[in-house]
């Protein structure tokens, strides 16, 4: 018997059967340093989302992230088929940090979601912030314009400051003239003081580059 095999078998054992949320945490950190990969890992990861303690899903989106790029399909289909909306606020944190460029359209649907309450707010914003580090390291082309346009909407379009805030963010991390181009033509049109001071940064350094 793979003795790798048995030694992941036991990790997740341990992680699905914790008590406390240290014994979980502890799980997870296993699973994360053995850098395991496979699907039944990234599984029980992914399922320790649904842990009534947020220290665990914490662990749980830092682990996903090490074990990138691996676990970015996955995420997408846990996201997809998942009803609740604290799993889905883990799963976008994962793919928005991780930055992988087949999660551009589930960040841009997020980005352009009508939102009920601040959770689902601030899940949009952490959306639209792995919308420009998408931008910045994408090499393809196609990518990197759909994620200006879709922060260029979410910087000119919503009632929500912090959205327009992150937006404007990652536009100067993108830094091409389309996404120097929409925080020119924000600047007259922004009425909210912090966000216009943070745009105008913005634009200053893309023009000082």
């Excluded at 914490?58 to 676990?71: G, I």
């Excluded at 909306?85 to 799963?91: D, F, L, M, N």
């Excluded at 379009?157 to 991390?173: F, H, I, N």
């Amino acid at each position: 018997m793979n003795t790798q095999n048995v030694n992941t078998e036991q990790l997740i054992s341990q992680l699905n059967n914790a008590l406390l949320p240290t014994d979980a945490i502890s799980a997870i950190a296993a699973l994360s340093a053995s850098k395991i990969t496979e699907n039944k890992a990234i599984s029980a990861l992914i399922q320790a989302f649904s842990h009534h303690h947020p220290c665990v899903g914490k662990a749980a989106v830092e682990a996903l992230v090490k074990l990138a790029p691996a676990s970015v399909e996955p995420l997408i289909f846990a996201f997809r088929n998942s009803p609740d909306q604290g799993v889905q606020a883990y799963i976008i944190q994962a793919l928005a940090l991780i930055g992988d460029s087949r999660a551009v359209d589930l960040l841009a649907e997020v980005v352009g979601t009508e939102v009920a309450n601040h959770c689902q707010g601030n899940v949009r914003r952490i959306a639209a912030r792995g919308l420009g580090k998408i931008g910045r390291t994408a090499e393809q082309p196609e990518v990197i314009r759909y994620a200006v346009e879709k922060l260029t909407w979410a910087l000119l379009t919503p009632e929500d400051w912090g959205l327009r805030y992150a937006a404007a963010v990652s536009l100067q991390e993108i830094g091409t003239p389309a996404a120097y181009a929409a925080l020119q033509t924000s600047l007259n049109q922004e009425a909210d003081k912090v966000v216009r001071s943070r745009i105008t940064m913005a634009a200053t350094k893309n023009l000082s580059d």
